[in-house]
C-alpha cells in the first residue's frame, strides 16, 4: 500500500514553457500532499504543502506565481512550471501522507530539464 | 544551526560490516523520527520510521532514538553493496525536515 505516482518521469523543454506534473496517490486518499526539489548533492527542500480543496502553502523563498499548485481532488495534485528556465531544472518529487499519519511517501520523481 | 544535521560522507564499510549513521535533531518537540534512503537518481523510500525513546528493529536495520540527547540513529547490520546509498534522517516539526543525508559505500 501507500503508493504514489508521478507523470512524467521525464520532461525536457525549452526556456519559456510551461510544464506540468502530475503526483497521483494510487491506493488511498491524500488531503494533503508535499512537493520538493532536489538539487544535485543536496537534501530535498520542501517547496509547498498542497491541500485539497484550498490554496497550496508555499515555503518561503517559493514563488507561487511560478510554481502553480492544483489539489482538486484526494489522489491528484499538479505543479505547473510557469515560463520554465534554465534554472528550474531540476528534480521535483511529491509525497502523501497516508492514512492521516505523518510518515510521507513518495513519488518516483519527475527530473526536469529546461534548454 | 541547521534544524537536522547528518555527517555527509562518505561513509565507507567493508560487506557484513555493520554500518552506523548518526543524526542530530535542534527542535525539542520534535515527536517523529523517520530514516530514507535514497540510491543515485531516485526518490527517497522510507526504511524505518520511530517515536519513541529506545531502539526498534526491522531486520538487518535498527533505529536508535534519544529524545534527551536529539539525537536518532541508524545502525545496518551485514551490510551489502545494495546498502549504498545516500541516507536521510527526517524529522517532524510541523514538517518534515529533512538532514542533507549521509552518502554509504559497502565494498565488496
Known amino acids: 500500500g501507500a503508493v504514489v505516482s508521478q507523470h512524467p518521469s521525464w520532461v525536457i523543454c525549452k526556456s519559456g514553457t510551461s510544464v506540468k506534473i502530475e503526483c497521483r496517490s494510487l491506493?488511498?486518499?491524500?488531503?494533503?500532499m508535499f512537493w520538493y526539489r532536489q538539487f544535485p548533492k543536496q537534501s530535498l527542500m520542501l517547496m509547498a504543502t498542497s491541500n485539497e480543496g484550498s490554496k497550496a502553502t508555499y515555503e518561503q523563498g517559493v514563488e507561487k506565481d511560478k510554481f502553480l499548485i492544483n489539489h482538486a481532488s484526494l489522489t491528484l495534485s499538479t505543479l505547473t512550471v510557469t515560463s520554465a528556465h534554465p534554472e528550474d531544472s531540476s528534480f521535483y518529487i511529491c509525497s502523501a501522507n497516508a492514512g492521516g499519519g505523518e510518515t510521507q511517501y513518495f513519488g518516483p520523481g519527475t527530473r526536469l530539464l529546461v534548454l | 544551526q541547521k534544524e537536522v544535521e547528518q555527517n555527509s560522507g562518505p561513509l565507507s564499510v567493508p560487506e557484513g560490516a555493520i554500518a552506523s549513521l548518526n543524526c542530530t535533531y535542534s527542535d525539542r518537540g520534535s515527536q517523529s523520527f523517520f530514516w530514507y534512503r535514497q540510491y543515485s537518481g531516485k526518490s527517497p523510500e522510507l526504511i524505518m520510521s520511530i517515536y519513541s525513546n529506545g531502539d526498534k528493529e526491522d531486520g538487518r536495520f535498527t533505529a536508535q532514538l534519544n529524545k534527551a540527547s536529539q539525537y536518532v540513529s541508524l545502525l545496518i547490520r551485514d551490510s551489502q553493496p545494495s546498502d549504498s546509498a545516500t541516507y536521510l534522517c527526517a524529522v517532524t516539526g510541523g514538517k518534515l525536515i529533512f538532514g542533507q543525508g549521509t552518502e554509504l559505500s559497502v565494498k565488496p
Open positions: 491506493d488511498f486518499q491524500a488531503t494533503t
